[in-house]
Structures are given as structure tokens and as C-alpha cells.
């Protein structure tokens, strides 16, 4: 894995690394960053609500009040911003080849590009990686330190980061044919099926 660190992406689409397999099909999916970028901001925070439900009944049942001073709220919202190249670098360690990082702050985007075939199962868990460890480790970690409630608001504010990566892992189960090969090509990822499309030079 190669990692490249871009700078600001100003939302031109043929700047993104692309490629072309022939006889390969693109995923049904948005067909731009500003659709995407309005269902992935929104699902992030239906899911935030969501998972603090339950993390705030399970607190409340150890302690009377809910109450955060400014500072920790402060240390959280620091400790947010902090993993985002985080999240963005355990999606890059399961590229084989180059990677490049582009953030993209106007619509509240960060991301990575690579172009290289991934099995579905990798493309899935490419896709999962930072959510799993920076965000469902940590939520289920809470239960067992229900006093930690900041704890509980950073796992549920990194599994609410991943909404866009929960699109991509639904196109992917949803569209992908067993055997086939997926890879992305600007923000679009297509999948092929090995041996019937060649890749052209």
C-alpha cells in the first residue's frame, strides 16, 4: 500500500483516479458527491441517535443525571476530528497498491480512492475496517464501563462516520455476482467478472 495525501478536493470528479475494464458494470449508486454526501449526512445522524438510545438508558441506570462539561464535550469533538485520518488510513491498509486521500470539507466528506480489484469480501471489509475498530469496538466496550459515556458518544459518533462506507457495502452485497471482482474508478465503483472482462491498456 502506497498512501497519498491529496490536497482540498474541489468536487471535479475527473481529477479522481480512474480506470477501465471493458465489459465491467457500474454500481447503481449516486451519480455525484452532493447526493451522496446529503443521504450519507443524513443516515449519520439517525444512526447517532440511534446507538445513543440505548448508551444513554444504560448510563442513566448507574447515574441520576446526564451531565458533560464543556471541556470533555470539547475533548470529544477533538478526538472526532483527530480519527478522521485515522479512519481513512485503516480504509487505505487494505489496498495492495496506491491510495490517495483526498478530503473533501465543503460537504463534510473525507475519502480515499484506489483503483486496483478487490474480492467482494475485501471490498466489504475495506469498507468496514474503521468502523469496526474505531467505532463498534468502543461501543461495546461502553457496556462494560457504563461511567464512560463519552466513551460511548466517540463510538457512536465513528459508526456514524461510516454511513457512506454502509452504502458502499449494500451496493456491493446487493449487486455484485458471486466470483466477480469489484474496483473504483473516480467516486463510481464497478464490479467484472474475471476471465469475461479484460482489462484494457
Not at 108 to 129: I, P
Not at 184 to 201: C, D, F, L, N, R
Amino acid at each position: 500500500m502506497h498512501l497519498t495525501f491529496k490536497k482540498e478536493f474541489d468536487g471535479d470528479m475527473e481529477k479522481l483516479p480512474k480506470r477501465e475494464v471493458p465489459g465491467s458494470h457500474q454500481f447503481k449508486e449516486f451519480d455525484d458527491l452532493k447526493k451522496l454526501s446529503l443521504v450519507a449526512n443524513a443516515l449519520a445522524i439517525g444512526i447517532f441517535i440511534v446507538l445513543m438510545i440505548p448508551a444513554g438508558r444504560v448510563f442513566l441506570s448507574h447515574f441520576n443525571r446526564f451531565e458533560i462539561g464543556l471541556g470533555k464535550l470539547l475533548i470529544l469533538l477533538v478526538a472526532e476530528i483527530i480519527v478522521i485520518p485515522v479512519h481513512e488510513f485503516l480504509h487505505a491498509t487494505m489496498f495492495k497498491g496506491d491510495v490517495q486521500f483526498y478530503t473533501y470539507l465543503k460537504k463534510g466528506l473525507a475519502f480515499v480512492v484506489g483503483d486496483e480489484s478487490m474480492t467482494k469480501g475485501r471490498f466489504v471489509l475495506m469498507s468496514l475496517l474503521p468502523n469496526i475498530v474505531l467505532g463498534l469496538v468502543p461501543y461495546i466496550l461502553f457496556f462494560f464501563f457504563p461511567q464512560e459515556i463519552l466513551l460511548a458518544m466517540f463510538a457512536a459518533g465513528n459508526l456514524a462516520a461510516g454511513a457512506g462506507d454502509y452504502i458502499n457495502v449494500y451496493h456491493a452485497l446487493t449487486q455484485m455476482p458471486k466470483g466477480s471482482l469489484t474496483y473504483m474508478s473516480g467516486i463510481h465503483s464497478y464490479w467484472y467478472m474475471p476471465g469475461v472482462s479484460e482489462e484494457s491498456e
